[in-house]
């Protein structure tokens, strides 16, 4: 968003944007969203850093921010969550701030139902290495336990529905849904109850 000739100079300036958005209300964030998008989505592929990150807390949080610009946001953030080794569970903060801020639109909870459905998928791929795989599942936690029953609700079905569907094909529950499934031991019972009526043992799928 800033460029300068070295860091401290662009984290300098960054800091100072981030001062000036604290201080007034007014200012369109929306055209810094659209900036983000060309740096980190369209042309140059630049890693996100953490200073960039602040900022897009910064914005999250700013009056002016809008759903479709912090939906914007989120889809940034949500790849290097789970994608990013080096500055993934820094970029969580900002995402956690859209997901609460914007709990109630439908938007977003489409946005959060997408991306748990491609994490939970990216979690039974076979050469997803382990540190992903722990990212994806602190991620999903995150969700699952900030101050809202609602988006909670969100990821169990989600996880649901999937070790149902991955039990319609294998006998056994793949470790990595297995995890999460026992943050909700009702729902862990339910599945297994599910599994066990939905098949005789002369129907069941041969072990994976």
């Known amino acids: 968003l800033v460029e300068a000739d070295n860091a401290t100079a662009r984290d300098f300036a960054m800091r100072s944007l981030m001062g000036f958005l604290r201080r007034f ?7 810094l969203v659209e900036l983000v998008l060309k740096k980190f989505q369209v042309s ?18 700013h009056p002016r921010c809008t759903v479709r610009h912090a939906e914007l946001l989120a889809q940034v953030l949500a790849r290097s ?5 080096d500055v993934g569970r820094a ?8 997901l609460v801020r914007y709990e109630e639109d439908e ?9 748990v459905q491609i994490s939970l998928t990216k979690l039974i791929q076979r050469g997803v290495p382990k540190a992903q795989v722990t990212q994806i599942h602190e991620v999903l936690v995150k969700v699952v336990c900030l101050p809202s029953a609602h988006l909670a609700s969100v990821v169990r079905a989600l996880v649901s529905d999937v070790c149902k569907a991955y039990l319609s094909n294998y006998e056994a529950l793949h470790p990595n849904l297995q995890a999460l499934l026992e943050l909700w031991p009702l ?4 599945v297994k109850e599910w599994a ?5 043992p002369e129907d069941r799928p041969p072990p994976s």
Do not use: K
Request: avoid cysteine; aromatic fraction near 8%.
């Open 25 to 31: 209300e007014g200012v369109p964030v929306g055209i």
């Open 44 to 61: 140059t592929g630049d890693p996100l850093t953490l200073i960039d990150l602040e900022l897009f807390l910064v914005i999250v949080r």
């Open 81 to 85: 969550s789970v994608e990013d080794t």
């Open 91 to 98: 970029a969580t903060v900002p995402l956690l701030a859209v």
């Open 107 to 115: 938007s977003i909870l489409l946005f959060l139902q997408r991306f």
């Open 187 to 190: 729902e862990e019972s339910a």
């Open 196 to 200: 066990v009526t939905a098949f005789a």
